[in-house]
């Protein structure tokens, strides 16, 4: 088990341009969760997975973000027409229940820098 | 209103001190986490509780249900212990602001 994963791990793009980051999550695990985190921030909600189902989105997540995990497996986060606002650190979370709860195990994030 | 709110967003201690991080919620829960974050991003799970209280080393988490609210203590802190403790809640997690400590050798 090697852990959550996440790629790239760092993204620099220009104002306008499509981003997609990658989430592995520990093998198994039947959750799968995306939140953003700016500078000085706690981290933010932003969509949940259990297998291949979208569970809940934030409003947060506007029309320009859309995530996917087709095979119940990795998931990836798409954001359309970045804007300067968008830049973050995106964080992706796994997680399965023990006992009825869910721990869950954080990867290292992918920072967005949009200039 | 934040579902969650922690005290005090900073906190700064001498080396040996006992610390204690709070966290006050408003949404009905069946678990509440402790977290770290380290300068650099990564997050790890410290705590999972759903009631009572929990011991892991030097680290001792406690919850009240009823009155919604738990505690992070830190006793013979150091300064590895320096990082940003958040409180979450909830399935999806709503996440405390954090409290960022530093731990003065």
């Known amino acids: 088990d090697t852990g959550v994963s996440q790629n790239p791990r760092h993204k620099i793009t220009k104002r306008g341009q499509n981003v997609t980051f990658r989430c592995d999550p520990i093998s198994e695990h039947n959750r799968l969760y995306w939140y953003r985190q700016t500078l000085g921030q706690g981290p933010e909600f932003l969509t949940y997975?259990?297998?291949?189902?979208?569970?809940?989105k934030s409003r947060l997540l506007s029309d320009r973000f859309s995530a996917e995990r087709p095979k119940g497996s990795f998931s990836t986060l798409e954001i359309q027409r970045t804007e300067q606002g968008d830049s973050a650190m995106y964080l992706c979370a796994s997680s399965s229940p023990r006992r009825g709860l869910y721990e869950q195990y954080f990867g290292p994030g992918t920072r967005l820098t949009v200039t | 209103k934040n579902e969650v709110e922690q005290s005090p967003q900073n906190l700064t201690a001498q080396e040996g001190e006992f610390i204690t991080i709070n966290c006050s919620y408003s949404?009905?829960?069946?678990?509440l986490h402790w977290l770290q974050q380290h300068p650099g991003g990564g997050i790890v799970s410290l705590f999972m509780?759903?009631?009572g209280k929990k011991k892991h080393g030097r680290l001792i988490a406690t919850i009240n249900i009823q009155e919604k609210h738990s505690s992070l203590h830190i006793t013979a802190s150091h300064p590895r212990d320096s990082a940003v403790y958040i409180c979450a809640v909830g399935n999806q997690f709503y996440f405390g602001t954090g409290t960022s400590l530093t731990v003065i050798p």
């Open positions: 949404v009905g829960i069946s678990a």
């Open positions: 997975f259990q297998n291949e189902a979208q569970l809940e």
């Open positions: 509780l759903s009631s």
